[in-house]
């Protein structure tokens, strides 16, 4: 009789064969986890451009209808301010664009309040109130960090004066606001769950939260047909750089500059025809703000690019 032989039973794998195995389900489950946080980091850097973008259009409606409102010819502040101006009409309109954007879009709490400008010497000290949507903020140190501050700021000049050239309300952002921790305050949040700051004369000068941007002196953000010294949308026609100021009038120009300049802490500002863009600005991935990886809305807005 003839008997066949089988082979041997296999009990199970070989510890080599259990190796493998181990091996490629490590590689397969490193390429998914992989894959799953690439595409929730892309999710949140659209989420915070969307947010971003959606407050810059609103702060650049606001602006532009500030503007114009400084810039009515029945303004009283352009009378009151021409001694100042030396009697220039075209000069206080630009002081008064300037002094227009710094009462309505404080960077910090001291420059919520009322804004006092100092005798030029003719006329008596007069006051720009501060405006009703800062009325919550409390007088004194706040305890809060520079950018901190401008993100309270932030968010009560978007939902508290939504009649300024924009129809936003808080309703609108309610899914981008967070409390800033251990305070009570309401801000804007980005996707990093971090708040959104902003800059008012962002782009000449190395601020509390960025770094500078030399594009923001280049097309787009300028007007390429446009000579140099009219690159500041606040003075237009280059009415307040030192060039055009007469060396008369150089006391009133100081007192202009002192003016903007205070309180102490004031983000730096000077008639030096750059251009200036208001701007909000995230802290980006690593949470925190003047770090390369800062996110910028200017960009957003103005010519649809990334934002960092």
């Known amino acids: ?60 409606q606001q602006q532009m209808a500030v503007s114009e409102e400084a810039n009515k010819a029945n303004n009283p502040h352009l009378l009151l301010l021409q001694p100042f101006c030396d009697g220039d009409a ?40 501060g405006h009703r949507a800062f009325s919550s903020i409390p007088p004194g140190a706040s305890g809060l960090t520079a950018d901190q501050e401008s993100a309270v700021l932030l968010y009560l000049i978007v939902t508290g004066k939504g009649n300024k050239g924009t129809g936003s309300s808080e309703d609108a952002f309610a899914g981008a606001t967070m409390t800033l921790p251990n305070t009570t305050y309401t801000v804007f949040r980005d996707g990093y769950a971090t708040h959104l700051a902003f800059v008012r004369w962002y782009g000449p000068y190395n601020g509390a939260f960025s770094t500078l941007n030399p594009e923001v002196q280049q097309p787009p953000f300028i007007n390429a047909n446009t000579a140099a010294i009219r690159r500041d949308p606040f003075d237009p026609l280059g009415r307040m750089v030192p060039a055009n100021w007469p060396v008369s009038g150089g006391t009133n120009r100081a007192r202009a500059l002192d003016f903007l300049r205070a309180p102490a802490g004031s983000p730096f500002v000077d008639f030096d025809a750059t251009n200036k863009i208001m701007t909000v600005v995230s802290a980006g991935p690593d949470k925190a703000f003047n770090t390369p990886d800062d996110l910028f809305g200017y960009r957003l807005a103005q010519m649809g690019a990334k934002a960092n």
């Open 1 to 60: 009789m003839h008997r066949t032989t089988r082979p041997p039973h296999r009990g199970g794998f070989t510890l080599i064969e259990l190796l493998i195995v181990i091996a490629i389900l490590a590689t397969l489950a490193a390429i998914t986890i992989g894959i799953v946080g690439s595409v929730r980091q892309g999710q949140i850097a659209a989420t915070t451009e969307a947010t971003m973008k959606k407050i810059q259009v609103a702060l650049n």
């Open 90 to 129: 075209e000069r206080a309109k630009s002081l008064t664009g300037y002094v227009y954007g710094k009462r309505e879009f404080p960077q910090t709490f001291a420059e919520s309040r009322n804004l006092v400008f100092p005798p030029a010497p003719a006329p008596p000290i007069f006051t720009f109130p």
